[in-house]
Structure formats: C-alpha cells, structure tokens
C-alpha cells in the first residue's frame, strides 16, 4: 500500500490524504477546487511553489491563480519560454532579449540579420500560438551546475553562462519544451496549453509582448503608450553600452575582476550629467516659475530633488522648497478609502485651493504665510514663515501627486516644468530573465524603512501591495506629462544593497504570508557578487537609503 501524507488545503480548509510524491498538480485534482484562471501555483508552507513540485511530508498548501502577483510572474515566464521557443523554431540563429516593462507589457528585442518588419510580428505570434495550442509539456528537469554550464555554452547562451559561473550553485534546474531547453530562475507553468491569453504587436523596432490583466485575466492589460518611458530605458542602455554591462553575469565579473571603483565612478558621474542636463533644460525656460518632482515610492524623489537644487544654483537659479504636507486638510475632512481608513493618499486630502491661491500670489510677487500640518492634532495650522519669490527665485514641490494636472490646474502650463523620478531597474539577470523594477524600489524600502522608521522588513513587504495600489492609481497614470524623466537606478546598486537587504529578509519569520515574498527577493539575490557600501560617495542618490549622505534629510 503506497504511503500516505496529510495536505492541509487553505482554500477550502480541507485535510487530504495524498499518495508521498504527489505532484501540486495531481493534489489540486483530488482537492476537488474549481479555478477558472488557475490553478498556477501554490505556495506550500508559505513559499510559493510551480505545479511540478512534488511533496514529501504534511504541508499546508494554499493553490493560487492570476489574480495573484506572483502566479502572475510564473504565468509571465512561461510566456517567455514559448516565445523564445516560437523565435528559434522561426529564426534558429536569432537573439531574443526580454527587455523593457513599458505599456502594460515586455518590449522584445529581437535580433535578426535585418529589421525585424510587421510580418515577422505576425509569423512569430502564429507559431506562439500553435505552440499553445499543441499544450506541449514544460519539463523540469535539475543537473549540476557544471554540466548546465556546458549545455548553455554549447547553444551559444552566453548570458546564461555568465550568470550560472556565478550563482555558486551545486546544482541548477533548467526547463524545455519538445526539446528547446532554456533556464529561467523561478518555476514555469507545467504545459503550453495553460496560457489562455496573450498579445503581440509591433512596437517601436522591435515587438510588444502583452500580458493578462492581474485585476481581471479573462482580458489584456490596457496598452497605455509610454513613449518617454521607453526612451529614459533607451538612455539607460546607452550607459549600459558605455559600461560594457547590460547583464548580472557582466557585473558579477567586472566585481570579480576588480572594477568596482571604475563601474561605480562612471555611474556616478552618469547620473550627476543627467541632472544637470535637466537642470540647464529648466534654466534655458525663463518662464519656469516652478519645478514639480514626482515618482513612486523608494524611487528617490528627495535626493533628486536636492541635487537637481545644486544644479540649479549652479546656473543661477536659487530653489527654495515647499513640502505639500505642510497642505494636508484637518484630518476630519480626510477621505475614507474602501475599508473605512483615513486615505492620506488621495489627492483631495490636500487642500488644493490654498495650494492654488498662495501660488499664484506667490507668482505676482506677493508674501504669502506657509501653512504646517501639525501631524500629532491632525490640524492645519499657520506657521509664521513668510515666502516672497525675488529675482531668480523658483519653487521646488516634491510628491505623489505633483504631476497630476489638478493639484496645480490653476497655474498656466508654461510657467511649470515637470519631473518624473524612478527606478527602472535596467540590468538583466540574463537574456530571458529581468529583474521587475519594483523588486529594486521593494528592497530600497526594506531597508529605509527598517533604518529610520524602525519597520520590519516583514511588515514593509505586507504594506507593499496597498503602496503599489496607491501608485497605479495617483502616480503612474500621470508620467508621461513629465517634461523629463530621470532613471534613479544604479546599475552596480542591487550588489550594493544585497549586503543591507538579505539579513533583514532571513528575519522574516516561515509562518507568515509575507515569507514567499520575502524568500524569493533572497533567492534572486543570491545570483549577485556583493560590493561594499564604503565605496559609494555621500552624495549619491544610493545613501538616502542606506544612511551617510552629505545631503540632510
């Protein structure tokens, strides 16, 4: 008689007893669960598992579909797989590079011997689906790290190679579909046929790669055009070019190699050229009466706002800063967000008329009292400090909102210049594998929030998807008004922050929920060499998170 293990499902808070080994697919299929977008994962004693995964002892198991981010994530890299399937099938020689998030999709390079045209678009969406439709299965099979070196050096995966000299792994897992093998670093879907919905389109020069919507799958994500998006990534890859380092196995080896200083250097000093490029755009302006600097959070709003400050007395401007807390309503006036909390969040808990009218006196030349938001009473107050603009004198407002039209929507457009600041995380852990720029913005707030305002890392990573809700819904719809972009990321920074992160990450404890998130930013992690904090200068935009800037906050 085959032994038999107790499985505690928390979907239907059932306890079954399955054979020892059994798959998570085979489990769901006694579990009697009906999931119309799933199932596409599960996590099992709070680590998020593929459906391959076969269990050895009594686990709790919770089974997840698309509507959660990290099934989403396991859905997204099988669809990478069938693509860069369908591209060898079509062109056996050709380059694929997973490469941009930008309009609610993945921005494809595909490297042919020519421009790659509509009909090629077209060619290889036909073959994705075919592939799809055949529901060829995604085999799982793990070797040692030796001989997935060999195998990748042989068909050329020269990214992969880099990546995997590394990773200081015994062993490695790698994927194939009817015999096209590829490497990705977290699990796949188990067949072709479990991608119900994709899209491909023909974007700049290369292809779009369109994704299911996280809110409701049964639909593609809205294309949102983000032309100046794209063009900050382009820039990025550019300095990329100029650093020789468009991947972590080319980073791990410039570290390797001793060229930190240098890799740390140029980047400084790339970064420090773009504002003060942005600096001598809004001095060239002599309209500009005010500079708005808005992103999301842990993307650096306040050290690029300090620094394009210098930039701006260097060319004879003086900034003078105004925080819009200092406009926040009494808190009785506050709006309520769908669970009945204060929602500090939202625009309308500003005051935004006063906002408005001190602004525009303050731009006819008039002295206006700055209100102070008293935090502890929960009342707007006046704060005796008087403002009068003179000469060469412009406002810096950094925040949330500050590119939504309506928190200025009195001040006539030419006398604004707008700032938008990121993190777009640019560096590829290998050809098919990105890092999600929210996992770089993620892991600056661990730390921040654990230096200075004494947060968990687990309780920041439970916070995490209400701060991204707020983002998607104040900040990212209002990003391409900016008049510049600027790329807050630094591409030795993950080395940097590695050292800061991955022990406040070990402190999340295995019996909550916020462990999978926790254990899976530990694991990309670990592809990374390290590189010492000392060697990072008090002014770069990095110390805001990990402490000794020169700048006071």
């Known amino acids: 008689m085959e032994q038999q293990i107790k499985i505690r499902c928390k979907n239907n808070k059932k306890t079954l007893n399955i054979s020892i080994g059994s798959t998570l697919s085979e489990i769901f299929s006694q579990s009697g669960l009906q999931m119309e977008f799933g199932p596409i994962s599960a996590r099992v004693n709070n680590k998020v598992e593929g459906m391959h995964f076969r269990v050895y002892k009594p686990k709790d198991i919770e089974f997840l579909d698309l509507h959660d981010s990290s099934a989403l994530r396991i859905y997204t890299r099988s669809l990478f797989f069938v693509l860069n399937k369908a591209a060898h099938d079509l062109w056996p020689d050709c380059t694929v590079v997973i490469d941009i998030p930008v309009s609610n999709g993945y921005y494809i390079d595909l490297r042919l011997d020519r421009l790659v045209t509509p009909d090629d678009v077209h060619a290889l969406r036909q073959r ?32 992969k190679v880099k990546l995997l000299e590394g990773s200081g792994s015994l062993y490695t897992t790698y994927y194939d579909i009817d015999g096209y093998v590829d490497y990705y670093y977290g699990a796949l879907l188990t067949s072709t046929g479990k991608i119900h919905l994709f899209g491909l389109e023909y974007y700049f020069d290369g292809l779009l790669l369109r994704l299911p919507s996280q809110q409701n799958p049964a639909q593609l994500g809205a294309f949102i055009r983000q032309d100046k998006m794209f063009e900050i990534f382009q820039e990025h890859h550019q300095w990329q070019n100029i650093l020789g380092m468009r991947t972590v196995g080319d980073l791990n080896q410039a570290i390797k190699h001793g060229k930190t200083n240098a890799l740390i250097q140029i980047g400084e000093a790339l970064q420090e050229k773009k504002i003060s490029q942005i600096a001598d755009q809004i001095a060239n302006r002599p309209g500009i009466k005010m500079v708005l600097i808005a992103g999301p959070s842990s993307s650096g709003k306040t050290t690029t706002c300090k620094r394009l400050s210098v930039q701006l007395a260097i060319n004879g401007i003086r900034p003078i800063g105004i925080s819009l807390d200092d406009y926040f309503l009494d808190r009785e006036k506050t ?115 654990h230096k200075y305002r004494g947060v968990s890392a687990q309780e920041t990573i439970r916070r995490w998807p209400s701060v991204r809700n707020g983002e998607n819904r104040w900040i990212f719809p209002y990003q391409e008004n900016a008049d510049a972009m600027f790329n807050s990321a630094m591409l030795f920074e993950l080395a940097v922050i590695k050292q800061e992160a991955e022990p406040l990450l070990e402190q999340v404890p295995e019996n909550c929920v916020e462990y999978a998130e926790a254990y899976r930013l530990k694991k990309f992690l670990r592809y990374i060499r390290p590189i010492s904090e000392d060697q990072i200068p008090p002014t770069s935009l990095l110390r805001e998170f990990l402490g000794g800037s020169s700048f006071e906050y």
């Open 335 to 449: 709006p309520i967000d769908e669970n009945g909390d204060f929602d500090f969040e939202h625009l309308h808990a500003l005051n935004i008329p006063l906002l408005n009218e001190q602004l525009n006196a303050l731009f006819q030349g008039q002295e206006v009292e700055l209100p102070r938001y008293n935090f502890q009473t929960g009342k707007s107050e006046w704060s005796g400090k008087k403002l009068q603009l003179k000469g060469k004198e412009v406002l810096v407002v950094e925040g949330i909102h500050a590119l939504n039209p309506e928190l200025t929507a009195q001040i006539p457009d030419e006398q604004k210049f707008r700032v938008y600041a990121s993190a777009l995380t640019t560096i590829l852990l290998d050809n098919h594998n990105y890092i999600p720029t929210t996992d770089n913005r993620l892991l600056r707030r661990i730390i921040r929030d």
């Open 128 to 159: 994705m689906q075919e592939i799809i439709d055949a529901d060829l299965p995604i085999h799982r099979h793990e070797t040692t790290t030796e001989d997935a070196i060999r195998m990748f050096t042989e068909s050329r995966s020269f990214s």
